[in-house]
Nanobody
Framework: QVQLVESGGGLVQPGGSLRLSCTAS????????MGWYRQAPGKQRELVAS???????NYADSVKGRFTISRDNAKNTVYLQMNSLKPEDTAVYYC?????????WGQGTQVTVSS
């Protein structure tokens, strides 16, 4: 079992940057899959970026080249650096982890990209 706590969301202008953090209540070193999803109003939740098998990264096509996922095992934290933000990136961003086949979610953090 794990608790996931996100932080770092907010309001940013188009072209700006934000860094999201997800801190887990236990070591993330052995977690099979961990990453970020997002859900915009009226849309399904979608994968943004993730680690699988510890170090393999996956990105949605819409964020490749703009977003970077990283991890600090010593801090039990996964980060999402978001650059060149666009209005269509506006959503609630959720941290996610899969442990022994069970999915865990954080409470979500709002990211709003608007001028």
């Amino acid at each position: 079992q794990v608790q996931l706590v996100e932080s770092g969301g907010g309001l940013v202008q188009p072209g700006g940057s934000l860094r999201l953090s997800c801190t887990a209540s236990r070591s993330i070193f052995t977690i099979y899959a961990m990453g970020w999803y997002r859900q915009a109003p009226g849309k399904q939740r979608e994968l943004v970026a993730s680690f699988t098998s510890g170090s393999i990264t996956n990105y949605a096509d819409s964020v490749k080249g703009r977003f970077t996922i990283s991890r600090d095992n010593a801090k039990n934290t996964v980060y999402l650096q978001m650059n060149s933000l666009k209005p269509e990136d506006t959503a609630v961003y959720y941290c996610h982890a899969t442990i022994q086949g069970i999915n865990y979610w954080g409470q979500g953090t709002q990211v709003t990209v608007s001028s």
